[in-house]
């Protein structure tokens, strides 16, 4: 059993809600406090063929996997190519966006917050938001 009485759990994308993320990307939880995390937040971001999310930074550490297509990773002004398998490690405060070069397939990423209580603010707008609240 975990420290806050659970025994776990497994949770399912399909049952899951898909948030709009700006940029033509969309967003599923997945590990969240609702499954029992206290420390941590993750899930997947879908990012269509010349689609990209906005420039962001968190306050607590990253760590995101391309697990599809190939992506450009903007970090702190600096572009990189990454390919399925890639991950990333994005330190707290650091601008970042996630670039789909591609014409034609999909990028999909997973990424997780090292804080269950992780925001998420948009370089263009200064808007903070918890990621946790973005579930619609």
């Known amino acids: 059993m975990s420290e806050n009485g659970s025994a776990g759990s497994i949770v399912r994308e399909q049952e899951r809600p898909r948030?709009?993320?700006?940029?033509?990307?969309?967003?599923?939880?997945?590990?969240?406090?609702a499954a029992g995390a206290r420390t941590m937040i993750n899930g997947f971001t879908d990012?269509?063929?010349?689609?990209?999310?906005?420039?962001?930074?968190?306050?607590?550490?990253?760590?995101?996997?391309?697990?599809?297509?190939?992506?450009?990773?903007?970090?702190?002004?600096?572009?990189?190519?990454?390919?399925?398998?890639?991950?990333?490690?994005?330190?707290s405060g650091v601008p970042h966006r996630f670039l789909n070069p591609s014409e034609a397939e999909p990028l999909r990423i997973f990424w997780t917050y090292a804080s269950g209580s992780a925001t998420r603010t948009l370089v263009e707008t200064g808007e903070t938001r918890p990621i946790a609240t973005e579930t619609e």
Do not use: Y
């Open 47 to 91: 990012i269509p063929p010349g689609a990209g999310i906005p420039l962001h930074f968190h306050d607590c550490e990253e760590s995101v996997l391309v697990v599809s297509g190939r992506a450009l990773v903007e970090l702190d002004g600096v572009r990189h190519e990454a390919e399925a398998g890639c991950v990333t490690f994005v330190p």
């Open 19 to 33: 948030v709009a993320r700006g940029g033509g990307a969309a967003t599923v939880q997945m590990v969240t406090a």
